[in-house]
């Protein structure tokens, strides 16, 4: 028998927030304290006016907040209430980070479990804590992977799994 599908879609969102140099965060790890300053300092002050920037992103998707991050890896949080710049949404902006914008990229049929599903198979693959780099492997590599499966369909983890992030 076929598996019953939502009566309803779900919007995939995707969280931007700029990040800055100052008051980089104890939270993060040694190496990316290394990386930051300069190359967050050179994309935010010298490749902004052109309309560049080192940016977090995050996913919303079914009641869900997944972002990706060195150390911890994938992470998941209930989605704030409404989203954007409120006061709850708030509190998930990075230690460095100012909020940007939200924007709908798409729609999904996927449940529950078949997101737990994508989600697995990219925690046991290259979205692993100790695989994170912040220029090959970061949050936006994560968000981009993340909601192309969501969107068109988890078969493309598999697809592109040895050709998409190395």
Known sequence: SQ?????????????????????NSNQQSQQQQQQSPALIGFFSNVLKPLGFGAYHTSIDVGGFRYTYGAGGGITRTSSPEGGGDNAES???VPPNGTY????TLGQTWLER???????QRMRDGKFTGDKYHMANRNCNHFSETFAMALILGNLL?????????K
Do not use: H, Q
Not at 100 to 103: G, I, L, M
Not at 113 to 119: L, R, V
């Open 100 to 103: 940007r914008e939200s924007v």
């Open 3 to 23: 598996a019953k599908r939502p009566t309803m879609m779900d919007n995939v969102i995707l969280n931007v927030y700029d990040l800055v140099p100052e008051g």
């Open 157 to 165: 983890l598999e697809e592109s799994d040895d050709s998409k992030i």
């Open 90 to 92: 708030l509190r998930f």
């Open 113 to 119: 479990g078949e997101i737990n599903s994508i989600i």
